[in-house]
Nanobody
């Protein structure tokens, strides 16, 4: 069982990146998938989540209107499209699975990817 986040990199302010969360050994569509991020010296915070039951989607206020989460069951993957990136979006981004429902609390998620670094800088 493995969960892998990828797609991070260095981008200028205003730019875009698409993060991928891919699973091997299990099927993502049975889980709620959350994206979290952690900046240096800060706690891990929830960014977005997509539920497994009805496809409900949630965004943190700081990314609403700029980030889009999507689930692609045929690819067994979840994506986070990030547009209009700001320096304050700089962090390591993680995807994680939750059996029950979406949550903003990392403790409610059981499997975690290894994280991918997003740096927004000119």
């Amino acid at each position: 069982v493995q969960l892998q986040a990828s797609g991070g990199g260095l981008v200028q302010p205003g730019g875009s990146l698409r993060l991928s969360c891919a699973a091997s050994g299990f099927t993502l569509n049975y889980y709620a998938i959350g994206w979290f991020r952690q900046a240096p010296g800060k706690e891990r915070e929830g960014v977005s989540c997509i539920s497994s039951r009805d496809g409900s989607i949630y965004y943190a206020d700081s990314v609403k209107g700029r980030f889009t989460i999507s689930r692609h069951n045929d690819q067994n993957a979840v994506y986070l499209q990030m547009n209009s990136l700001k320096p304050e979006d700089t962090a390591v981004y993680y995807c994680a699975t939750a059996l029950l429902r979406c949550s903003w609390y990392p403790k409610d998620f059981n499997y975690w990817g290894q994280g991918t670094l997003v740096t927004v800088s000119s």
